[in-house]
């Protein structure tokens, strides 16, 4: 059973940066499509960004500010986020599924397994 656990949220001022990291235990990671959503209270989980392979997506709101990367030593997928907006304040999740799956990549139902979460908050 795959297990996820993430860290690196926390509170900064917009403008800021945070890294948050995912470590992943129990699968073989290298064949992992990867991903992060957040959330925030009554809303959907929503797609931030993913990495299969090395092929990478983000939404809209995201691209040119956030960068999600992985290590397959380290079984570990980053998201550096910069220049963060208020907007940006959710909880963070991790996702994972075999890349072999054909499936998309921006619905949470596309998704096997997920971390926690992480707060991540922005003050304006």
């Known amino acids: 059973q795959i297990q996820l656990v993430e860290s690196g949220g926390g509170s900064v001022q917009a403008g800021g940066s945070l890294r948050l990291s995912c470590a992943a235990s129990g699968g073989t990671f290298s064949g992992s499509t990867m991903a992060w959503f957040r959330q925030t209270p009554g809303k959907e989980r929503e797609f931030v960004a993913a990495?299969?392979?090395?092929?990478?997506s983000y939404t809209d709101s995201v691209k040119g500010r956030f960068t999600i990367s992985r290590d397959n030593a380290k079984n570990t997928v980053y998201l550096q986020m910069n220049s963060l907006k208020p907007e940006d304040t959710a909880i963070y999740y991790c996702a994972e599924r075999p890349t072999i799956k054909a499936m998309g990549l921006t619905s949470p139902h596309d998704y096997d397994h997920w971390g926690q979460g992480t707060q991540v908050t922005v003050s304006s």
């Open positions: 990495i299969r392979w090395s092929v990478t």
